[in-house]
């Protein structure tokens, strides 16, 4: 297990330095540079002056060849100092720190939403017996991820907020102000984990295993949650990272539509503003944040399964190659072992 | 803490908004007349529609941002919107030299700053140097302001002397700006990235209570406030207890809320809202800014625009009024100048702007241009078409550019529409990577002109000297005579068109949508919000 947590994290260090590397070379590839769109002009569209350009260059260390810029930055990033906003003049650290707490409420109850109703649609649309309601119960989620976050949030905006003025229609806190972001947001993040465990649980309930747990008396509701859920599961683990990535590139939407001050709006401007060392902070915290449930995950795999966790031991003694997240033939092992 | 008075205050506005039922008229132009007599108390709640960039009046220059500094410094003038003319503010009186290099100001006695400091000679230099320290790059339009600034001398406690190394005429005008507002040590000794966090201690009559980037700005009114400035309608405090200004960027969250009275005032209300605003009993307040109206500003060494009869040729070939009826609606106004209408020293140009696409193409026929096979006009083998650069800064840009597009057709012209990012579009312009530039600015001074069409300023015409305007752009900086320098940016203006180095369009106006209990709302002279007056009615 040592072993094995030491090769993940200097897999995370990897990701995080090539995050960094990544996001400056593409950075510094666009056509325009942040200073002149800093140095005013872009509120109007009028011109910037060129002095103040050349000022702010040298004050930003822009004015530096690339790769002196490149190891100044990377030294500075090591040391956890991301630099200052070019637009506002806030450390990159304070501009992250105080949006991260409203996205991560926004996340948190985001998951919540998406979980109850993704793993409720996936059992309502497996436990029935009638054809017609599974396959109208199965075919919700593809609309769910087809109708735009954007659409979704005004259309909620429209009748909870305008019409019944029900919840606050910007800058929300509380639970109040986070419920109708989380379930706009948490209607595509649904449907994908209504998606992914639909499939796991049919895949499963057709391995002879399950027959074989009928067979000795079991009732469906038992089978299933015993022998069923657990297995069936795994793939919805495994996208747990893809989740995330769908939740960080909803809230920029999302938090637009609410007026709410998270990652996702800072994201946006700053790419607007061409704001590189926000940009660059923003792509190291989504870095920390997929390595990190990455990491979870492979974790929680052998809760979930002991046999995973009786490969790792297989992996440390060198018996079997292969990485413990590979979950593709676990259904045929459960099969075995039933 | 503040939140929790937020929901409290919204919940209030939305009772107070689902009481009025009553249909509204077409007051869509100016406040309320009718609403009593002001009364004094109550939050503001205003939705700007993008973050303030800073707190700091000094490095302000977008909208939004100015929207907010302005409430809390005052400046040593004031200019009233209406006839362009400086009045007292701070300096209840002033002294310009004949040649307009130096600037004495006598300040009021017994104002004081937020932190209770007093405001002295001292001060006024403190703010100005602070303000060259900042630097162009923090500060853009102040260090404009104060080009050639050697210093101020504190003659006596209240008598500011302000010098200039070469004529600056344009400074009297600038001294009632916003980035020029006097700012109390406590501020003026701090570097630029500190003033940006909400610290900043101005004499205005209204103050930070709270500052959070990209979120929301909290003001509250300045008890004991009583230095207006004479163009302020009434003496004394504020009306208003409170401003609560919060990011809402998706306008149409922005009118939502509005209408459904979870904010009193919002900023960029789009022409197509009316109908909503009005069915809410909200109006719509607009104003044109001054400056340079939008249009197109031509390279003068690529293409065919090379040809100044075809630059002569484009402003008859443009129908402004069907620009503005068509796209943009009633609160806008077709350019009729190289400056807005609302900018001192005006010059009333329509008629060589009026639409006559007859007389455009017998322009271009007699330079050469003739028709080719497709229409488009060909003159040695070369096609009379250009390109323009712009970007989406304002939203009619595209829409308006299309139309333009669609009348030089008509005469036989072809407009290539490039439309880019503003990032992009500032390494255009930088590079003067175009045929032809769209963009507008807004200043209340015609020194405007010399900014964007002295050789010496950005000239994006990429043009060379032409002594009979760059003479009068320049001399008009050094005329301390007021009716003498309105009359040199006159004569500016009709040089600037009679060489087609500005193609004029519409003139930008600001749109802000405000429920009907927001009275006396008012535009300072350039066309940014003044809420010394606001007050609201009904509550």
């Known amino acids: 297990m040592v072993r094995y947590l030491t090769l993940r994290v200097a897999q995370a260090i990897w990701v995080l330095w090539a995050a960094f590397t990544v996001s400056f070379v593409v950075l510094y590839l666009l056509p325009a540079d942040p200073v002149s769109i800093a140095a005013g002009g872009a509120e109007t569209g009028s011109p910037a002056d060129p002095a103040a350009i050349a000022e702010l260059q040298a004050r930003y260390g822009l004015d530096q060849p690339l790769w002196q810029q490149y190891w100044t930055a990377l030294g500075h990033a090591l040391r956890g100092d991301l630099g200052y906003s070019i637009v506002t003049g806030q450390t990159v650290t304070q501009a992250i720190g105080e949006t991260l707490p409203s996205t991560l409420g926004l996340a948190a109850l985001t998951l919540l939403f998406a979980a109850v109703g993704g793993v409720g649609l996936a059992f309502a649309a497996t436990a029935t017996r009638r054809p017609w309601l599974r396959n109208t119960l199965a075919a919700l989620p593809s609309i769910g991820v087809a109708v735009p976050t954007f659409f979704t949030g005004l259309l909620l905006l429209q009748l909870f907020s305008f019409h019944w003025r029900l919840a606050p229609a910007f800058g929300g806190h509380g639970f109040s102000g986070t419920v109708l972001p989380a379930l706009t947001l948490a209607l595509p993040i649904g449907a994908v984990i209504a998606q992914v465990l639909t499939s796991g649980l049919e895949n499963t309930w057709r391995q002879p295993f399950v027959d074989v747990a009928l067979a000795k008396g079991g009732s469906r509701w038992w089978v299933r949650r015993k022998h069923v859920l657990r297995p069936a599961s795994i793939p919805t683990f495994t996208i747990a990272g893809v989740l995330v990535g769908h939740i960080l590139a909803g809230a920029v939407v999302v938090e637009a539509v609410f007026a709410r001050p998270g990652v996702g709006r800072l994201t946006q401007t700053a790419v607007l503003a061409q704001d590189i060392p926000i940009v660059q902070g923003i792509v190291l915290l989504s870095a920390v944040i997929f390595v990190t449930v990455n990491l979870v995950v492979d974790l929680i795999y052998p809760l979930l399964d002991p046999r995973i966790a009786a490969r790792h031991r297989s992996v440390r003694t060198g018996t079997e190659q292969g990485s413990p997240a590979n979950t593709l033939d676990i259904t045929e092992e459960v099969a075995l072992r039933a | 803490m503040i939140r929790t008075r937020h929901r409290i205050a919204t919940l209030a506005g939305a009772l107070a908004a689902a009481s009025t039922l009553a249909a509204c008229g077409s007051d869509t132009g100016g406040a309320g007349g009718d609403a009593g007599p002001p009364q004094p108390g109550g939050t503001l709640r205003y939705g700007l529609s993008s973050a303030p960039t800073c707190s700091d009046p000094a490095q302000a220059s977008s909208n939004q941002t100015l929207y907010v500094t302005r409430q809390i410094v005052d400046s040593l003038t004031d200019q009233d919107p209406e006839t362009g003319e400086i009045r007292p503010w701070l300096a209840r009186s002033w002294e310009a030299g004949p040649d307009a290099k130096v600037f004495t100001f006598h300040l009021a006695d017994n104002v004081t700053f937020s932190d209770g400091s007093p405001l002295t000679a001292d001060s006024v230099r403190k703010t100005f140097d602070s303000i060259t320290k900042l630097g162009a790059a923090k500060a853009p339009l102040a260090n404009g302001f104060l080009i050639n600034y050697v210093g101020t001398t504190a003659v006596d406690k209240l008598t500011a002397r302000v010098e200039f190394s070469k004529p600056n005429a344009q400074f009297l005008q600038a001294s009632a700006s916003t980035q020029l507002g006097i700012q109390g040590e406590a501020t003026t000794a701090k570097p630029a990235e500190q003033r940006c966090d909400g610290s900043n201690v101005g004499s205005g009559p209204f103050v930070y209570t709270a500052y959070r980037q990209d979120v929301s700005a909290t003001l509250t009114k300045r008890p004991g406030y009583a230095w207006g400035s004479d163009v302020f309608g009434h003496k004394g405090e504020a009306?208003?207890?409170?401003?609560?200004?919060?990011?809402?960027?998706?306008?149409?969250?922005?009118?939502?809320?509005?209408?459904?009275?979870?904010?009193?005032?919002?900023?960029?209300?789009?022409?197509?809202?009316?109908?909503?605003?009005?069915?809410?009993?909200?109006?719509?307040?607009?104003?044109?800014?001054?400056?340079?109206?939008?249009?197109?500003?031509?390279?003068?060494?690529?293409?065919?625009?090379?040809?100044?009869?075809?630059?002569q040729a484009l402003l008859p070939a443009i129908d402004r009024r069907q620009l503005v009826d068509t796209v943009l609606g009633p609160q806008f106004k077709p350019a009729s100048s190289t400056l807005a209408s609302t900018t001192p020293g005006y010059q009333d140009l329509s008629t060589k702007l009026a639409y006559d696409p007859a007389k455009a193409r017998t322009l271009l026929d007699q330079a050469g241009w003739v028709p080719g096979g497709d229409g488009i006009r060909v003159k040695n083998g070369e096609r009379l078409s250009f390109n323009v650069v712009f970007s989406q800064v304002f939203a009619g840009n595209k829409a308006i550019i299309e139309l333009v597009q669609q009348q030089l057709r008509k005469v036989g012209v072809d407009l290539r529409l490039d439309l880019v990012s503003v990032p992009e579009s500032t390494a255009r312009q930088n590079a003067k990577d175009y045929d032809s530039y769209y963009y507008n600015t807004t200043r209340a001074d015609g020194d405007i002109l010399r900014n964007s069409f002295t050789v010496e300023g950005r000239n994006l015409n990429v043009r060379e000297r032409i002594p009979a305007l760059d003479e009068v752009l320049e001399n008009q900086l050094s005329a301390a005579d007021t009716t003498a320098r309105l009359a040199l940016i006159r004569t500016a203006q009709e040089r600037i068109l009679d060489n087609g180095l500005w193609i004029p369009t519409v003139e930008l106006s600001q749109a802000i949508g405000a429920a009907g209990t927001v009275q006396d709302l008012k535009f300072e002279a350039s066309a940014r919000l003044q809420f010394f007056d606001a007050w609201l009615s009904g509550r």
């Not at chain 2, 960027?249 to 809202?273: F, K, Y």
């Not at chain 2, 001054?290 to 100044?308: C, E, K, Y």
């Open chain 2, 239 to 311: 009306y208003l207890d409170r401003i609560d200004f919060t990011v809402v960027p998706e306008s149409g969250v922005r009118t939502g809320s509005l209408t459904s009275g979870q904010l009193d005032a919002v900023s960029d209300a789009l022409p197509q809202d009316l109908p909503l605003l009005e069915a809410a009993n909200a109006r719509l307040l607009t104003t044109p800014n001054p400056g340079v109206p939008f249009g197109f500003q031509p390279n003068v060494t690529r293409g065919p625009l090379r040809d100044a009869a075809v630059r």
